[in-house]
């Protein structure tokens, strides 16, 4: 008897019992969750009168879009408004991730500057603008100064091809004619060819130590060729510029102000979080570095780019990127100016619609998820590939 | 060097303001240029500013005919005060709010006075029967007359908001990280999942799902209140932001410390609440605070899904008739107040982080 009930209790104590133990109760506990969840959506479906499913996806839409990269009209389906609304996400992310890494790369730098006024310059536009909601800063952009703009006719100009006006934003466009693709097709050749040079360059500098101007020599190649090549098929590349008719701006490419609102608050807000990336990126290269460097006679400019910046990259990347992501995700807040994005066209319009709630915010999210999911897997890839040996 | 074979000039002054002004602002040529740009960038924005803000500005007055339209019409703002700060709460009953604003006042002050006793009572209070004060003040209850969440709105609701977000979320966290973090697969592999998708997916989607999403998913009959499906929302979504923050601390802790809690025959849960997690918080509290900040800032969106918080309600109270045009006015007010409380919050997390690095 005594035995026996030792032997229980040591059962009972044993960890990896108890951790099964555990683990059993908690895979119960979230399927009975699931299980509550599951069957109270069905029958909250059955009763509003919803079939679960995708089928909705090749139902007429019915409703247009005031921005589309694809052809689209009201006939088309679902599935069409939410490419649509897809590429006008990546449009705005792509421009914003653009500008917010020039400006937090520029602002990033001039708050290390020597110069002390420079510097309290960045600090102030850093520490002004990450304590400023995104939201207020888009609606600050959008309903404070591009919808305050003037009429077209008294539009901001910049060398009468740029017009900026309670409109939009109206810039030139470039007109391929005939004979152009010849041109392309060149120059992915040659980048091609650039990127063989580099590799070429770094495996001749590994085995004899000896440097060769890569840099210089792709770019001349390539623009050389590109301009040679211009001038060759006697310039077939044209601009159309906008042009006042009546009450409006014909030809050009027409950027709705939403567009320009968005990608100006993103892009600046973002551009904060970058510098202060960048910062500390630079920071973390260790001052014996820099001085190692100037030891063994390198040039100010060699330092920066053959020490300090490998190295300072290293640390921003990942942050970078996740800053990247964050803009991208941010990018949402556009249902609040009705700039028609994954979000609003999508989740707003053909969820009024449809009422397919759990289809279309599982699409939405499951796009966002994926975005995030691919960039860490990316991010490691990175972290593998750059890890130095012997560091931890 | 070639400058010492030339004669040597007298030495540069580095003293005194001249010394510092040609040290920091005028080094070089390049130096120099860049200085006169930033000043030239300055004169063109400060100014204006100042006097926009404050020196053509209209301070006095009821209507918007008392604004010469020169500056800014800060009337605007006082005029609309107890939309902005209250939303629709009725006026009779705003002491109830101001009270608990009183209570939380009080007893933040006596928590950031240092070397006082009993600061860990105020603490459990405020935790604990705090929380309950404020849903019987607010809500009703008790006698109170009750007052329905539709009226809640301002920077009343928006406090509301982070308030709830960042007390509740800190919690679940917790124990989410320490689930991420478990030996048990099970547990770890879900934890690792909900972290994942509540940190892969915009804010603005968590709030469509839990307008949309949520009033499907409760059985027939149970409905609940826009604002706690709203809360809801937040609430894990700032809960799965702060686990990876905590699980940065619970990473950073010495192996040796668990090896010793062990090794004293702790169980779990004590190694946990007694050693690890006191140590570890207090190694990831300025990163904690930067949360609470985008938890704050990110309390605006809830106004895609129809609540007026602080921002909602002076975007609303600009499309007033009588005071159309005056959005510059409200959104830089807004900015303002929004600008104080996170600068506030992210001072105090510096300051605290220097404070408990010296121990280190």
Redesign the interface.
């Given at each position: 008897m005594e035995t026996d009930r030792s032997k229980l209790g040591s059962f009972l104590f044993n960890r990896s019992v108890q951790?099964v133990f555990?683990?059993l109760i908690?895979?119960g506990l979230?399927a009975l969750g699931i299980y509550y969840?599951v069957t109270?959506?069905a029958?909250?479906?059955l009763?509003r009168g919803l079939a679960s499913g995708f089928h909705f996806l090749g139902v007429e839409s019915q409703f247009d879009i005031g921005m589309t990269l694809i052809e689209y009209s009201p006939t088309s389906t679902y599935f069409d408004s939410f490419i649509v609304g897809l590429l006008n996400t990546l449009l705005v992310a792509g421009i914003g991730i653009l500008f917010a890494t020039i400006i937090g790369f520029t602002v990033g730098i001039m708050r290390l500057?020597?110069?002390?006024?420079?510097a309290k310059?960045a600090e102030a536009y850093v520490?002004?603008l990450r304590?400023?909601?995104?939201?207020?800063q888009i609606?600050?952009w959008y309903?404070?100064v591009l919808r305050a703009l003037p009429k077209p006719k008294q539009s901001l100009e910049l060398y009468d091809s740029f017009f900026l006006n309670n409109r939009g934003l109206f810039i030139p466009d470039t007109v391929f004619g005939e004979g152009s693709s010849i041109i392309f097709y060149l120059l992915w050749l040659t980048i091609i060819i650039s990127i063989g040079i580099f590799i070429w360059a770094k495996r001749r500098q590994n085995r004899t130590g000896e440097r060769f101007p890569a840099f210089y020599v792709s770019t001349a190649l390539i623009l050389g060729t590109f301009f040679i090549s211009l001038a060759a098929t006697g310039f077939p590349v044209s601009f159309e510029y906008p042009e006042l008719k009546g009450f409006n701006f014909k030809g050009g490419v027409k950027l709705i102000p939403e567009l320009v609102a968005l990608t100006f608050a993103l892009a600046m807000y973002t551009a904060s979080f970058i510098a202060e990336v960048v910062r500390g990126g630079i920071m973390a290269v260790s001052k014996g570095q820099t001085e190692a460097a100037k030891s063994v006679g390198l040039k100010q400019n060699l330092i920066l780019r053959l020490i300090i910046i490998p190295q300072a990259l290293r640390v921003i990347v990942p942050p970078l990127t996740n800053q990247y992501l964050n803009l991208t995700?941010?990018s949402?807040?556009a249902?609040?100016i009705a700039y028609p994005d994954l979000?609003l066209v999508f989740?707003g319009t053909a969820?009024m619609q449809t009422g397919q709630?759990?289809e279309i915010?599982g699409m939405?999210?499951g796009v966002?998820?994926f975005?995030?999911?691919f960039t860490s897997l990316i991010m490691n890839l990175f972290n593998r590939f750059m890890k130095v040996d012997g560091e931890r | 060097m070639s400058a010492a074979n030339k004669e040597m000039g007298p030495p540069v002054i580095e003293l005194g303001a001249m010394g510092w002004l040609r040290k920091?602002?005028f080094?070089n040529w390049y130096?120099s240029l860049?200085?006169i740009f930033?000043?030239y960038?300055?004169y063109n924005l400060i100014p204006p500013l100042v006097n926009w803000i404050f020196l053509d500005a209209n301070f006095v007055g009821s209507t918007r005919d008392d604004c010469t339209n020169e500056g800014a019409c800060w009337i605007f703002i006082q005029q609309n005060i107890k939309l902005i700060f209250y939303g629709l709460y009725p006026t009779e009953e705003l002491w109830r709010i101001n009270f608990v604003y009183l209570i939380l006042l009080i007893s933040g002050v006596y928590l950031l006075i240092p070397n006082l006793k009993h600061k860990g009572w105020v603490g459990a209070f405020l935790l604990i029967i705090f929380p309950i004060i404020c849903v019987i003040m607010l809500s009703g209850g008790l006698g109170l007359e009750a007052v329905e969440t539709r009226l809640w709105g301002g920077l009343f609701l928006t406090l509301v908001i982070a308030g709830v977000g960042i007390v509740l979320s800190l919690p679940i966290g917790v124990m989410l990280a320490l689930g991420r973090r478990s030996?048990?697969?099970?547990?770890s592999i879900?934890c690792t999942i909900f972290i994942?998708?509540w940190?892969?997916?915009?804010l603005?989607?968590v709030l469509?799902?839990a307008s949309?999403?949520f009033?499907?998913?409760?059985?027939?009959g149970v409905n609940f209140d826009k604002l706690i499906r709203a809360l809801i929302g937040v609430m894990f979504f700032s809960a799965a932001y702060l686990a990876e923050v905590v699980r940065g601390g619970l990473q950073a802790m010495p192996k040796g410390q668990y090896e010793a809690s062990q090794a004293v025959g702790l169980t779990y849960w004590r190694m946990m609440a007694l050693v690890i997690l006191p140590q570890s918080l207090k190694m990831v509290i300025p990163a904690i605070i930067g949360s609470f900040?985008a938890i704050f800032?990110?309390t605006?969106?809830v106004?895609?899904i129809g609540l007026f918080d602080f921002?909602g309600i002076i975007?609303f109270v600009?499309t007033n008739p009588d005071w159309l045009g005056f959005?510059?006015e409200g959104?830089v007010f807004?900015?303002a107040v929004?600008?104080v409380f996170?600068?506030a919050m992210?001072w105090y997390s510096q300051r605290l982080e220097k404070k408990l690095d010296t121990g280190r």
């Amino acid at each position: 008897m005594e035995t026996d009930r030792s032997k229980l209790g040591s059962f009972l104590f044993n960890r990896s019992v108890q951790g099964v133990f555990y683990q059993l109760i908690t895979l119960g506990l979230v399927a009975l969750g699931i299980y509550y969840i599951v069957t109270n959506t069905a029958r909250n479906m059955l009763e509003r009168g919803l079939a679960s499913g995708f089928h909705f996806l090749g139902v007429e839409s019915q409703f247009d879009i005031g921005m589309t990269l694809i052809e689209y009209s009201p006939t088309s389906t679902y599935f069409d408004s939410f490419i649509v609304g897809l590429l006008n996400t990546l449009l705005v992310a792509g421009i914003g991730i653009l500008f917010a890494t020039i400006i937090g790369f520029t602002v990033g730098i001039m708050r290390l500057s020597s110069n002390w006024l420079i510097a309290k310059i960045a600090e102030a536009y850093v520490e002004i603008l990450r304590n400023i909601p995104l939201l207020l800063q888009i609606f600050f952009w959008y309903f404070a100064v591009l919808r305050a703009l003037p009429k077209p006719k008294q539009s901001l100009e910049l060398y009468d091809s740029f017009f900026l006006n309670n409109r939009g934003l109206f810039i030139p466009d470039t007109v391929f004619g005939e004979g152009s693709s010849i041109i392309f097709y060149l120059l992915w050749l040659t980048i091609i060819i650039s990127i063989g040079i580099f590799i070429w360059a770094k495996r001749r500098q590994n085995r004899t130590g000896e440097r060769f101007p890569a840099f210089y020599v792709s770019t001349a190649l390539i623009l050389g060729t590109f301009f040679i090549s211009l001038a060759a098929t006697g310039f077939p590349v044209s601009f159309e510029y906008p042009e006042l008719k009546g009450f409006n701006f014909k030809g050009g490419v027409k950027l709705i102000p939403e567009l320009v609102a968005l990608t100006f608050a993103l892009a600046m807000y973002t551009a904060s979080f970058i510098a202060e990336v960048v910062r500390g990126g630079i920071m973390a290269v260790s001052k014996g570095q820099t001085e190692a460097a100037k030891s063994v006679g390198l040039k100010q400019n060699l330092i920066l780019r053959l020490i300090i910046i490998p190295q300072a990259l290293r640390v921003i990347v990942p942050p970078l990127t996740n800053q990247y992501l964050n803009l991208t995700k941010n990018s949402s807040l556009a249902a609040a100016i009705a700039y028609p994005d994954l979000v609003l066209v999508f989740a707003g319009t053909a969820l009024m619609q449809t009422g397919q709630a759990i289809e279309i915010i599982g699409m939405v999210m499951g796009v966002y998820l994926f975005l995030s999911l691919f960039t860490s897997l990316i991010m490691n890839l990175f972290n593998r590939f750059m890890k130095v040996d012997g560091e931890r | 060097m070639s400058a010492a074979n030339k004669e040597m000039g007298p030495p540069v002054i580095e003293l005194g303001a001249m010394g510092w002004l040609r040290k920091n602002l005028f080094s070089n040529w390049y130096n120099s240029l860049l200085t006169i740009f930033g000043l030239y960038l300055l004169y063109n924005l400060i100014p204006p500013l100042v006097n926009w803000i404050f020196l053509d500005a209209n301070f006095v007055g009821s209507t918007r005919d008392d604004c010469t339209n020169e500056g800014a019409c800060w009337i605007f703002i006082q005029q609309n005060i107890k939309l902005i700060f209250y939303g629709l709460y009725p006026t009779e009953e705003l002491w109830r709010i101001n009270f608990v604003y009183l209570i939380l006042l009080i007893s933040g002050v006596y928590l950031l006075i240092p070397n006082l006793k009993h600061k860990g009572w105020v603490g459990a209070f405020l935790l604990i029967i705090f929380p309950i004060i404020c849903v019987i003040m607010l809500s009703g209850g008790l006698g109170l007359e009750a007052v329905e969440t539709r009226l809640w709105g301002g920077l009343f609701l928006t406090l509301v908001i982070a308030g709830v977000g960042i007390v509740l979320s800190l919690p679940i966290g917790v124990m989410l990280a320490l689930g991420r973090r478990s030996k048990l697969p099970v547990v770890s592999i879900l934890c690792t999942i909900f972290i994942e998708i509540w940190r892969g997916v915009p804010l603005i989607t968590v709030l469509f799902m839990a307008s949309n999403m949520f009033p499907l998913f409760m059985p027939e009959g149970v409905n609940f209140d826009k604002l706690i499906r709203a809360l809801i929302g937040v609430m894990f979504f700032s809960a799965a932001y702060l686990a990876e923050v905590v699980r940065g601390g619970l990473q950073a802790m010495p192996k040796g410390q668990y090896e010793a809690s062990q090794a004293v025959g702790l169980t779990y849960w004590r190694m946990m609440a007694l050693v690890i997690l006191p140590q570890s918080l207090k190694m990831v509290i300025p990163a904690i605070i930067g949360s609470f900040i985008a938890i704050f800032k990110d309390t605006t969106l809830v106004l895609v899904i129809g609540l007026f918080d602080f921002l909602g309600i002076i975007q609303f109270v600009g499309t007033n008739p009588d005071w159309l045009g005056f959005s510059h006015e409200g959104y830089v007010f807004a900015a303002a107040v929004f600008w104080v409380f996170c600068y506030a919050m992210s001072w105090y997390s510096q300051r605290l982080e220097k404070k408990l690095d010296t121990g280190r």
